[in-house]
């Protein structure tokens, strides 16, 4: 007795396509002949099979494949072009039990998403990911391919390409192969039933990989292209068995998988709660009391050359702010240089949350040289308060602007200390009540910048009281 066979479409793709729209809800948008197809129908078999659809997250950049979303019954993410091995990095690493599948063509996956491949292989990240060769950029036209063979002619390509000129076709599986963390790399095609056959095989291996997240499983697979290849599907078999096999070798590369075990990655904890405890804000303890009411929010700018100690000036009185109670932002803004170029940046004291860590308009500026105090001195608000260092000479400041001409770098080397001159600053800066900071507020700020440094710690709080003894004798 023969048993009745029921073939119809698999669980892991919709029966019916409504997202795509049109007159014909249960066909694709693919071409006749286009191996897509074929491929979607192998990925939903293995889903259902493996019993992992509900489990799974497929990931569709640009391409021909980019509207996968209308097809399959699973969850589904568009990526940006080239991006999808970064965004399903994310989804594996945030969504522990997700089976992560990308599906990318060569224009995709070997060209803009080149580095994200590696470096997603390289990590060993857990994703099934399937690549579609079919050597031309199929979605826009049929041009020319990092896959493109050598003399294969496409609209970027009219004479065939040429190695001196565009260089060779890429091997994808061959370069990851050269990778230590992927755990499974085959090379197959669906050009015929045959071929279709085992490319069904590798499809369920990947998956099965990632069902037991045993980590990263690359599959490519040569696939017709009779539209931008200008061929029939006969012609079209023929062109992938005879000349792209000849190119790329089908076969498989690595399967690692029996050896493999489940990668369990550590829990993120991003709970308040934990965050407090880390940062010791659970403890609740009492901040040093300055000695002027405060006035709601003082916004600070920061400025000179790197290595001047503008950025470690803006945290110590960042740090002071949070130890007399305030709500702080500290905002860097520095170039690549490790000494010289340019530096400032932005502190925001405040009884009130920080929307912005921001300064447009500041209350206080301090500026260690020419360039910064020309920089923003415009910037300074109305009432507001600038403390430069007196080797820029005279300089013009608007009216309704304090300008107060500092000897820091002076004082700071008849103490035998010149790196500490931004410490003569603050200790002026004490003195005008503009932050109001009571002292112990800044010597907390001070002791926390240098709680690994207690000798430094000391010549800085010295300094600190020769900047401030400075300021009352002479302001």
């Known amino acids: 007795m023969t048993r009745e066979k029921i073939i119809g479409r698999p669980k892991g793709l919709y029966p019916e396509f409504p997202r795509k729209g049109g007159a014909a809800p249960t066909a694709t948008h693919y071409c006749p002949g286009c191996g897509h197809g074929v491929i979607h129908k192998l990925i939903g078999e293995a889903l259902e099979q493996l019993g992992i659809q509900d489990r799974a997250v497929a990931i569709s950049p640009v391409g021909c494949a980019v509207f996968a979303y209308y097809y399959f019954d699973t969850g589904n993410i568009q990526s940006p072009h080239g991006r ?9 690493r945030a969504e522990d039990d997700a089976i992560v599948l990308s599906y990318q063509g060569d224009g995709d996956l070997a060209s803009i998403g080149l580095a994200e491949t590696l470096h997603a292989a390289n990590r060993g990240e857990k994703m099934a990911v399937f690549f579609v060769n079919n050597t031309v950029y199929g979605m826009t036209g049929g041009q020319m391919a990092p896959t493109t063979l050598i003399g294969e002619k496409t609209s970027t390509s009219p004479t065939g390409r040429d190695s001196r000129e565009s260089g060779f076709p890429i091997h994808m599986c061959e370069l990851i ?14 050009s015929d039933i045959a071929h279709i056959r085992k490319a069904k095989k590798a ?132 170039g690549p240089e490790q000494r010289g170029g340019t530096s400032n940046c932005a502190v925001i004291l405040s009884d009130e949350k920080i929307g912005s860590p921001i300064v447009y308009r500041s209350d206080v500026l301090v500026a260690f040289n020419r360039p910064s105090l020309e920089k923003f001195v415009q910037q300074v608000r109305e009432g507001g308060l600038i403390l430069y260092e007196s080797s820029i000479g005279a ?28 410490t003569v600053m603050l200790g002026v800066l004490m003195t005008q009540g503009d932050l109001s900071l009571a002292e112990p507020a800044i010597d907390s700020g001070l002791a926390e910048s240098f709680a690994d440094k207690p000798r430094i710690l000391e010549v800085n709080r010295q300094i600190l009281q020769l900047g401030a003894a400075w300021g009352r004798r002479n302001l």
């Open 203 to 334: 499809i369920f291996k990947a998956l099965e990989i990632q069902r037991d997240k045993k980590g990263y499983a690359f599959v490519e697979i040569l696939s017709p292209c009779p539209t931008n290849l200008k061929m029939n599907p006969v012609q079209n078999a023929e062109f992938v068995n005879e000349q792209m096999e000849k190119e790329f070798p089908l076969g498989n590369l690595r399967d690692r998988s029996a050896a493999a075990v489940s990668i369990v990655r550590s829990q993120s904890d991003y709970a308040k709660s934990t965050i407090d405890r880390l940062f010791h804000l659970e403890d609740g303890e009492k901040a040093p009391q300055q000695a002027d009411a405060f006035r709601g929010k003082v916004q600070i700018k920061i400025a000179g050359f790197g290595g001047q100690g503008v950025l470690s000036l803006g945290l110590i009185i960042a740090r002071s702010g949070v130890a007399a109670g305030r709500q702080v932002s500290w905002y860097p803004s520095y």
């Open 84 to 92: 999808a091995q970064a965004v399903g990095t994310g989804i594996s």
């Open 395 to 422: 300089y013009p400041v608007p009216a309704g602007v304090r300008a107060i001409s500092v000897p820091a770098l002076q004082m700071a080397k008849e103490a035998g200390a010149a790196k500490a001159f931004n």
């Open 177 to 190: 192969s050269t990778l230590q963390a992927p755990v499974f790399i085959e090379r197959v095609s669906v």
